[in-house]
């Protein structure tokens, strides 16, 4: 292979097919639900093999650009983070990483992979992407085809064609998802599942978008040749990639181009779609169940339970997966666990927050967790993480009184800096200018209670902030 393989990364997805554990605030790639790492985590590991990978590049917005930042470091693994000012699908995507490759290399060749996916057998994977490397480097765009374990109705498939060498094979036809039917002839006849994974010359695909989508290509090489640093992020141009046509980059390139490979790819893969496959590969009791949290199941087999904070008891029952989060619970048999999204859209409609927007907020300083609301309060519980730093800001309709149960805050008031320890109080009234920090070791703990007429968050007036947000 002449050169490595630039990976990466979309992360930009909602993910609502786990809802309620997955929403907009927080999407299913960044919460830890096979083991201790998200499947972005897991992922990132696994493309920051040097033998085979140069330097990623992860592709979000600035809704997570700050939790990519963190789960990186989490993870020991560096990448550029590029953010996108809108989202345009995945064929401006692919066009941006297309061209920040062809920055680095001439002849780079480029792989993207999905944040939300599984894989079972890392090595085979790396080794995989290898081989696929080989045949992308002449001029080709490798998809990873995975061979079928049943008549799936919920993936695209991959008709293979002729042998072309490098044990790949030129692509026949993508194919949309099939009715049960059609998916148990494909099985017979030897297709594919698309895995949404694929590998190509970099100078080809930049070809095949400006022949067949100049309307994502333009823009989009635009948006990256006047792109900026934003703190330790790219900010791609948006008056130039808001201009991106929004398709995405299977009708874009991948079902048009003459060009498209196959490599198989057998290292047990999943894009974790449903609550029936986090049943499928997480680790089972004698009785089949699957308990994440505090949950019991008394005369019950094959169960899913997941849940955050609340004890869930299950009884009599076969085949259920029973989701609590500490504001939305989701019980369902497991084979209509794909219906989720239309309970999301329904939940949607009739305007609940819990759609999309968890009680537990991340910040780039943190995170806060709104405990209890009234009429003209609410309660909130804060973590500063060590060197955390709130922006310098300022309420018109609220006063605040923070409590330290665990650190120190360095709490600035107007003029003064006061540092509260644990167990000590400070009041706020309306209209003071005022910024935390933690200046400490370990995270900051307290509880914050607003009270005031208006208490949303469209009324924190920034005047300084380290991040950037004002």
Wanted: contains cysteine.
């Amino acid at each position: 292979m002449p050169s490595k393989i630039i990976p990466v990364v979309m992360c930009g997805g909602a993910g609502t097919r786990l809802w309620p554990v997955s929403r907009d605030t927080m999407p299913k790639q960044f919460i830890s639900l096979l083991g201790q790492d998200s499947t972005f985590q897991r992922a990132m590991r696994l493309l920051s093999d040097a033998s085979v990978f140069a330097p990623a590049i992860v592709i979000t917005n600035n809704e997570y650009r700050f939790t990519i930042q963190e789960q990186l470091q989490a993870a020991g693994v560096s990448a550029q983070i590029v953010l996108e000012s809108s989202r345009r699908d995945s064929a401006a995507a692919v066009a941006a990483a297309t061209e920040l490759a062809l920055a680095r290399d001439p002849k780079a060749v480029v792989g993207v992979f999905a944040a939300d996916h599984f894989v079972h057998d890392g090595a085979l994977f790396v080794a995989t992407c290898r081989k696929a490397g080989k045949v992308a480097a002449q001029g080709r765009i490798v998809t990873i085809g995975i061979p079928p374990s049943h008549p799936a109705t919920g993936y695209g498939y991959i008709r293979p064609g002729a042998e072309i060498g490098d044990e790949a094979q030129d692509v026949a036809a993508f194919v949309e998802k099939p009715d049960a039917v059609r998916a148990a002839q494909y099985l017979l006849d030897g297709y594919f599942w698309n895995s949404g994974n694929f590998i190509f010359d970099a100078a080809t695909m930049r070809a095949e978008l400006a022949a067949f989508e100049p309307g994502v290509q333009g823009p989009v090489a635009e948006a990256v040749a006047r792109a900026k640093p934003d703190l330790d992020f790219l900010l791609l141009d948006a008056a130039s990639f808001d201009q991106a046509k929004k398709i995405s980059i299977d009708y874009a390139v991948m079902e048009r181009t003459a060009k498209a490979a196959v490599v198989t790819g057998r290292f047990g893969w999943s894009d974790v779609g449903s609550w029936a496959a986090v049943w499928e590969l997480s680790e089972k009791d004698a009785s089949g169940n699957v308990i994440d949290g505090r949950g019991y199941v008394l005369n019950g087999t094959n169960n899913l339970l997941h849940s955050e904070e609340a004890l869930v008891g299950v009884i009599g029952l076969d085949d259920v997966a029973v989701i609590a989060t500490r504001d939305a619970v989701l019980v369902a048999p497991k084979a209509g666990a794909d219906k989720v999204k239309d309970m999301v859209a329904l939940i949607t409609a009739r305007g609940e927050s819990e759609a999309g927007a968890h009680r537990e907020i991340r910040r780039p300083w943190g995170k806060y967790l709104s405990i209890d609301m009234g009429t003209r309060h609410q309660v909130k519980r804060i973590t500063v993480k060590p060197g955390g730093v709130l922006s310098l800001q300022k309420h018109y309709h609220r006063a605040e009184h923070w409590v330290v149960v665990r650190g120190t805050a360095e709490v600035t008031r107007n003029d003064e800096t006061i540092v509260v320890h644990e167990n000590e109080s400070i009041y706020l009234p309306i209209g003071c200018v005022h910024r935390m920090a933690n200046p400490g070791k370990i995270p900051l703990e307290l509880i914050e209670v607003q009270v005031g007429s208006y208490l949303g968050e469209d009324d924190i007036i920034r005047i300084q902030d380290i991040y950037k947000r004002v």
